[in-house]
């Protein structure tokens, strides 16, 4: 089994920057693409970003496309989601997942899941 578990939610200002990690822990391996995807109230999950764990290729939602920077550290079992010119439409709960093969911007495909942290971009 693998965990995640997100951090570095909170409240910001418009403008303003955060960045939310997202430790891997449990299975040796935690799978081949790392995803961001969030939820605000009374919308569906939505794709945000994602990062293949080997060879670190990204892909963005448009909307968060410059503003957005996903990584990763290999060695911590660490990815990361660098939030910058955050806007209150960027409020949402924010998910991090794990998937076994190439990249997916659909939630389903994903096989692992955080408990998701909030964040606030109060305008």
């Known amino acids: 089994q693998v965990q995640l578990a997100e951090s570095g939610g909170g409240l910001v200002q418009a403008g303003g920057s955060l960045r939310l990690s997202c430790a891997a822990s449990g299975r040796t391996s935690s799978g081949d693409v790392m995803g961001w995807f969030r939820q605000a109230p009374g919308k569906e999950r939505e794709f945000v970003a994602a990062?293949?764990?080997?060879?670190?290729?990204?892909y963005y939602a448009d909307s968060v496309k410059g503003r957005f920077t996903i990584s990763r550290d290999n060695a911590k079992n660490t990815g990361y989601l660098q939030m910058n010119s955050l806007k209150s439409e960027d409020t949402a709960v924010y998910y991090c997942a794990t998937k076994y093969g190439g990249w997916s911007s659909r939630m389903y495909d994903y096989n692992y899941w955080g408990q998701g942290t909030q964040v606030t971009v109060s305008s």
């Open positions: 990062i293949t764990w080997s060879g670190g290729t990204t």
